[in-house]
């Protein structure tokens, strides 16, 4: 299988490659930083800068991840700018190609975050759930899943990822909270109630996989483990993996006094559950948050 992917020298995109390439697929990575692929990916992934660069070879697949970090800096006007950009008018682009091709891919994946829904409150989400409210990110997510179910139109599965907080060892959010952990200053955010709809990074790659190689998925998944956790316990747990405490909380008024808008993301959050995922069969590897976490503890 040709599998394109954008964002693919991301977190989840670096491991996909190792994965897909080890299944002897094919891949191509489209890529502000086309030389980087290689050293990035796998040497045998190609990288491209502009999709045009492929002429009429054959896509059988499209994974759609790139996205500007969305919880990297507070949200100015620019930086709104960007992440509408890097993840909308991104999409837009690669619509515009996929409808010049003669030979169209079987499937589209696309990115999105369970922060399609909006702070949830105590409400249980699932993909049937409607939005409960609509904050930048919410209305983020809204926009890029729209954008990237026009490829319906030309006959192509479009299936949605609405993904969680991914544990890795090799970067995201988790990466962000080890040094105040390590420092024993962790601990709540705000008054520690939200919830968390966490992923391990496994789970997360294999219930891409297990997406792709369906025929009959389609439209959105939750990209969580069953089991969410409240911000509190969340903390809790972390600390006690790193044997440091963690009871120091980060009041609700120093977020927003210092992060704006952005504080929303961090004080609200989504009580989500995989249902269709487990429906279709799919079996996550973790679904207890310490025993993610003491797997990932050695690498940390």
């Known amino acids: 299988m040709h599998i394109l992917l954008t964002g693919g020298t991301g977190l989840i995109g670096r491991q996909l490659c190792r994965l897909w390439l080890g299944q002897g697929h094919r891949l191509t990575v489209w890529s502000r930083k086309p030389e980087k692929v290689a050293s990035i990916c796998g040497a045998q992934v190609r990288g491209i800068a502009r999709l045009e660069d492929l002429g009429q070879d054959a896509v059988d697949a499209v994974i759609n991840l790139a996205g500007a970090p969305i919880a990297d800096r507070p949200w100015t006007h620019k930086r709104k700018a960007l992440l509408w950009s890097s993840r909308i008018k991104l999409t837009e682009t690669l619509l515009a190609w996929l409808e010049s091709r003669e030979q169209k891919p ?29 904050d930048f990110a919410s209305q983020l997510c809204i926009a890029w899943e729209e954008t990237a179910q026009r490829a319906e139109t030309l006959g192509i599965r479009v299936v949605l990822v609405r993904t969680g907080l991914v544990l890795s060892a090799e970067g995201g959010f988790l990466s962000r909270l080890l040094l105040p952990f390590k420092l024993g200053l962790g601990g709540p955010i705000g008054n520690g109630r939200q919830w968390m709809p966490w992923i391990h990074i496994e789970d997360q790659i294999a219930l891409i996989d297990f997406l792709l190689q369906r025929n009959d998925a389609a439209g959105p998944y939750n990209a969580c483990a069953p089991q969410p956790v409240r911000n509190r316990e969340f903390a809790k747990t972390l600390g006690s993996v790193l044997h440091r405490p963690a009871f120091m909380p980060m009041p609700a008024l120093a977020l927003k006094a210092g992060l704006g808008e952005l504080s929303l993301l961090l004080l609200g959050g989504q009580r989500a559950t995989p249902v269709r995922l487990l429906k279709a069969g799919f079996t996550f590897r973790f679904t207890d ?12």
């Open 106 to 134: 079987q499937v589209l994946l696309s990115g999105s975050a369970v922060g399609w829904y909006g702070d949830g409150g105590e409400r249980e989400l699932t993909e049937d759930s409607a939005p409960v409210s609509e």
């Open 289 to 300: 948050l310490r025993a993610a976490l003491d797997d990932l503890s050695s690498r940390l």
